[in-house]
């Protein structure tokens, strides 16, 4: 909950806030305010404007910059279309055309955005991993067996 909601006086920017708490969950594996015991401590303390200890446990500059933009004071945060263009966000050696599309057909389709599977059949036989796609960056993966009768 964006410090701003409990004032009831919020727009859209209280979604980037909590898109910067879902990231920040994501890179430490810990809950926002975890070192809370009670709801309404976590209360007091994001209406106070303070930040979970998990923000202070992100190593990655990058990382920590982008979230800290997000949790910023609603005066001080950034739209969705800025954010977009935060180095955080940026593919590399992807140019991003952020321009409004007039219809449909100005739409080539998602280019270099999506990964192409090994092969065109079936996507039991054929396909390794999930749906096809190969491990790019060399982390450990367990493969999901399953029954096709589930």
């Not at 209360?43 to 106070?48: M, P, R």
């Not at 998990?54 to 949790?71: G, M, S, T």
């Not at 390794?128 to 493969?143: A, I, R, V």
Request: proline letters at 5%; hydrophobic letters at 35%.
């Amino acid at each position: 909950m964006a410090p701003e909601v409990a004032a009831e006086e919020y727009n859209e920017l209280v979604e980037i806030y909590s898109f910067g708490m879902c990231i920040l969950e994501m890179v430490t594996f810990e809950y926002s305010y975890s070192e809370c015991n009670h709801p309404a401590q976590i209360y007091k303390k994001v209406i106070s404007g303070k930040k979970p200890d998990a923000l202070y446990k992100v190593k990655d500059p990058e990382v920590r910059q982008f979230v800290e933009k997000c949790l910023a004071t609603v005066s001080h945060r950034l739209s969705a279309r800025e954010l977009l263009n935060d180095p955080f966000l940026q593919i590399d050696d992807w140019i991003s055309d952020l321009r409004p599309l007039d219809s449909y057909k100005d739409y080539d389709g998602l280019g270099l955005m999506v990964r192409q599977p090994r092969s065109n059949s079936s996507l039991v036989d054929e396909y390794s991993n999930y749906l096809g796609y190969e491990q790019e960056n060399g982390m450990d993966c367990n493969s999901v067996e399953y029954d096709a009768n589930e």
